[in-house]
Every structure is written in structure tokens, then in C-alpha cells.
């Protein structure tokens, strides 16, 4: 067994000097290498983590929300709608919500206008999160000023910043009284946005969804089921220019590494030749080469993996920032928590390290089966 | 010291990189954040449905409750042109 160990040891010593006398091409090739799968393995790492902090996140959403749908678009719910739906077994709440959004000309920015009664805001008062605050550089006190429908402009008080921890949710609110938000928005008392139904038994949720859909059929109730779903798959692998773009860099490694580790150069094929000539046999010519590649590949999959676990995880992801930015003004700022998908990662690792390294002996045993003489002239 | 045991020592840190980033996943999911249970409690107390991610359109910023011809909606024959829209998913119930 000692002596197993001892020879490969041998083995990785005549590589890697091998590899020495080719400096030049040696660290090109790592270093793209470890390029590819630091982006791969800085999309799944991201993709996963934020697929698992929404889920987390929104699991105390509502269960049921109805939306009113008018010409294929959301409109209004008339409040006469609670009424309509009446008492129904299992639902042991309804309400109904007002929100919308209001158009910032000052910093282009969207937020997200949300009536909040636990708060107990008088009509002047608003609650606003992290991101507004940073834009607009407010602070408790200060006063915001929005136009209504009818344009007369409105000064609202800041009486509390939404804490920064939960920006991921909240960087774009703006929490207000609802006499407040009528008042904005010109929306009579007869009116909500949506209505919200809690549900004591999840199993009950689909029937109540479906005498919904019946008691009202104009309306769209969106379960939590279906919310949580739409953020499981929100960043798909099918999607994405990132992803695009990353396609072409990633066919583009994959021609010249196949190139590379299959094509032998003279050099190569003359140094084969040497080999057999003084004595190597043909699988220690192909274990010699094995070596070559699982030392690329797999220092380039270890140095690749952790720069992207500190990219995505201690860096938030800064790389990503500006594709993920698009043209939101409030970005939030935000840390996920470090998850790795298990799968995931032995895909990425299958399909690194094993291709190339495969690649790489093919060619070798080609070359080493064949007479040293023919291989070295 | 031996070109071998050189990569041997290399190998060995970045392993051990690896193996701490897979504890501190351990770790980190063990714990209940303070920056979870807050959000939680936004979450539940105001009926929040989506997170604050993509501001920049009405069906980016609530992909869940957008419906099927939002990111259209602009006039007849409209593309969608938020950039977003190319990253993010439409929400699941409108897809076919």
C-alpha cells in the first residue's frame, strides 16, 4: 500500500515539474478554469441562497389573497366583496388591504405605498424603510412630501425607519395611515385593493380558494402555496442574460480546455515517446497524465468554490449587483445567509473536474499505445 | 520541500476551506437570525407577499401578485422592457 502511495507521490512530483517548465500555460489555464467555476458556482450559490431566504422569509404570508380582475387586469375589490363572501368554515379572518405604488420624480424611484393599522399613524404620519431613507437622506422627523392624484402636494412626517435587518422586504416601503392613502390616491372608503383571508387548516385552503372563485367569479385568489412557489423558482437556470452571457464564456473554456487536454502537442507526443523509450509503461504514462488533470481541475473547482462562497455569502454578492439592479433605484442592501445546495454541488463538480480530466487521458493513451520511435520522429 | 508536498499543502487548505464553508452552512442554519425573526414579523403583521428585490416595475417588485399580461401592459403590441424581466421568472400560476 506504502508503495502504491509512494509511486503516485512520484508521480505528482514528475507532473508537476512537467507542468513547471510550461509555467506560462499552466497558470493561464488554472486561472481561467478557476474564472468559469467561480461564475458557476457564484450563480447556484446565489440563485439557491435567494430561493431559500424568500421561501423562509414569506412563509408567514397570507394564505389566501383575492384580487379582483377586470379586462385581464388587477383593479380595485368594492368592500361590499367581504360581505359577499360572507361566513365561510375555515377562514377565521378577512380583511381587506390598501397598497399601491407611488412614483418618485425626485430620485425616479418606485415605492411601495402600504397601509399599515397596527402602526396607529395619524393622517400626517408616515413609516418609511431603509431604502427611502437612504435615498431621499431622511431620518425620523424629517418630512416627505408626495402629490396627490388631484396634484396638491402632501408633507408627511417620519415618525419610524423600518429596521435595516428586514430590508430585504421592506427597503421600498412606505407605511401610512389608510385615511392617509385615501386621501393620496383619491380612493373612496368603498374600495380596498385586495383582500386577505387567513385560513386555520392549510388543507382546507384549495376548497376555500375554489368557493371563491365561485362566490366571486371576477376575482383571482393567489394562495401561499403559489407565492412561495413563484420565488422557488424565481431566478430559473432557464432564464437570465447573466446566465447567457455565462453560456458563452463557459463554451468558450470548454473548446480551448478540450483543446488543450485532447489535442497533444509535438512536444507532448515526444515527450511520451522519451518515456516509453526508457522504460514507462503505457499506464503509468496514462496515471502521469491523470495527474495533470485532476490537479488543474480540481484546484480550480476548490479555489473557484471558495471565491465564490466569500463572493456570495461575505460580499453580498457584489458582482452580481449591477445585473441584479436593473434600473430599481432602492436596491436593498442585504446579507444572505450562507446555504449550499448539496445536489448542486456535485453537479458542478461532475461537470468540471471529471470532463476535463477524462479529456485529458484519451488523448495520452492514443499516443502511448503507439511505437516510441513513430511517436518521437 | 518537495514539489509534491508543496501541492499537498495547498490542497490540504483549500479542503479545509471547503470543509469550513460547509460548517459555517451548518452553523449558520442552526441559528435563528435577528434579521429573520424581524422580517418575519413584518411579513405576518402587514401580509407582505414579495420581497423588495427588483423596485424598478409594479410586476418585478410583486412578482407573485402580477398577473399574466402586466409586464405588457403598456399599449397593444408592448414588449417587456424592464431589465429585470429578463432575470426573473413570471410568477407560476401564469404559466402555461
Redesign the interface.
Request: charged content about 15%; hydrophobic content about 45%.
Given at each position: 500500500m506504502i508503495t502504491i502511495l509512494r509511486k503516485q507521490?512520484y508521480f505528482?512530483?514528475y507532473t508537476?515539474?512537467t507542468m513547471?517548465r510550461h509555467k506560462g500555460k499552466s497558470l493561464g489555464l488554472l486561472s481561467v478554469y478557476t474564472m468559469i467555476i467561480f461564475m458557476l458556482a457564484s450563480v447556484m450559490l446565489f440563485s439557491h441562497a435567494m430561493r431559500s431566504e424568500?421561501v423562509?422569509?414569506?412563509?408567514?404570508?397570507?394564505e389566501i389573497?383575492v384580487?379582483r380582475?377586470q379586462a385581464?387586469?388587477?383593479v380595485m375589490v368594492p368592500a361590499e366583496y367581504l360581505q359577499r363572501i360572507g361566513k365561510l368554515r375555515g377562514v377565521t379572518e378577512k380583511r381587506g388591504?390598501l397598497w399601491g405604488?407611488y412614483y418618485d420624480p425626485a430620485v425616479k424611484?418606485?415605492y411601495?405605498v402600504?397601509v399599515?393599522e397596527?402602526d396607529n399613524l395619524s393622517i400626517n404620519d408616515i413609516v418609511i424603510?431603509a431604502?427611502i431613507a437612504r435615498t431621499r437622506g431622511l431620518s425620523v422627523g424629517d418630512y416627505l412630501t408626495l402629490r396627490s392624484h388631484e396634484g396638491k402636494a402632501f408633507s408627511f412626517r417620519v415618525v419610524r425607519l423600518?429596521?435595516s435587518?428586514?430590508?430585504?422586504?421592506?427597503?421600498?416601503?412606505l407605511?401610512i395611515s389608510s385615511v392617509g392613502y385615501r386621501r393620496l390616491f383619491g380612493i373612496d372608503e368603498s374600495y380596498y385593493t385586495?383582500l386577505?383571508l387567513s385560513v386555520r387548516n392549510p388543507r382546507e385552503i384549495q376548497k376555500i380558494a375554489e368557493k371563491l372563485t365561485r362566490l366571486l367569479p371576477d376575482s383571482?385568489p393567489?394562495l401561499r402555496a403559489?407565492?412561495l412557489?413563484?420565488?422557488e423558482?424565481?431566478?430559473?437556470w432557464?432564464?437570465?442574460?447573466?446566465l447567457i452571457l455565462l453560456l458563452g464564456s463557459v463554451l468558450a473554456f470548454v473548446i480551448f480546455a478540450w483543446d488543450k487536454a485532447s489535442g497533444l502537442s509535438a512536444e507532448e507526443r515526444k515527450e511520451i515517446g522519451i518515456l516509453k523509450a526508457v522504460g514507462w509503461e503505457t499506464g503509468e504514462v496514462m496515471r502521469m497524465k491523470f495527474w495533470e488533470g485532476v490537479?488543474i481541475s480540481?484546484?480550480a473547482f476548490?479555489?473557484g468554490?471558495?471565491a465564490a462562497?466569500l463572493h456570495v455569502?461575505y460580499t453580498s454578492a457584489g458582482l452580481f449587483e449591477p445585473?441584479?439592479k436593473?434600473?430599481?433605484?432602492?436596491?436593498?442592501s442585504f446579507?444572505l445567509?450562507?446555504?449550499?445546495d448539496g445536489l448542486q454541488l456535485a453537479t458542478l463538480f461532475f461537470f468540471t473536474v471529471l470532463p476535463y480530466t477524462l479529456a485529458t487521458i484519451v488523448p495520452v493513451w492514443r499516443a502511448s499505445i503507439t511505437d516510441p520511435d513513430l511517436v518521437m520522429r | 520541500m518537495k514539489r509534491s508536498n508543496t501541492f499537498f499543502v495547498c490542497l490540504l487548505v483549500l479542503l479545509t476551506g471547503f470543509i469550513a464553508s460547509l460548517v459555517d452552512v451548518a452553523i449558520e442554519n442552526g441559528q435563528v437570525l435577528p434579521q429573520a425573526a424581524e422580517s418575519a414579523e413584518l411579513v405576518s403583521r402587514l401580509g407582505l407577499t414579495d420581497l423588495a428585490l427588483f423596485t424598478e416595475a409594479r410586476y418585478t417588485r410583486h412578482p407573485s401578485q402580477a398577473d399574466i399580461h402586466s409586464a405588457f401592459q403598456d399599449h397593444p403590441v408592448a414588449l417587456e422592457h424592464f431589465p429585470t424581466g429578463s432575470l426573473l421568472q413570471p410568477s407560476n400560476g401564469s404559466l402555461p
Open positions: 507521490r505528482i512530483d508537476l515539474g513547471m424568500a423562509a422569509l414569506l412563509a408567514d404570508s397570507p389573497i384580487q380582475i385581464g387586469r388587477s388591504r405604488y424611484a418606485n411601495t402600504m399599515s397596527q424603510g431604502g423600518l429596521e435587518e428586514s430590508e430585504l422586504i421592506s427597503s421600498d416601503l407605511l385586495d386577505v383571482r393567489i403559489e407565492i412557489r413563484t420565488y423558482s424565481l431566478f430559473s432557464r432564464q437570465g442574460v447573466m490537479i480540481l484546484m476548490l479555489i468554490y471558495l462562497y455569502f445585473v441584479l436593473g434600473w430599481s433605484v432602492l436596491y436593498p446579507q445567509t450562507p446555504s449550499v | -
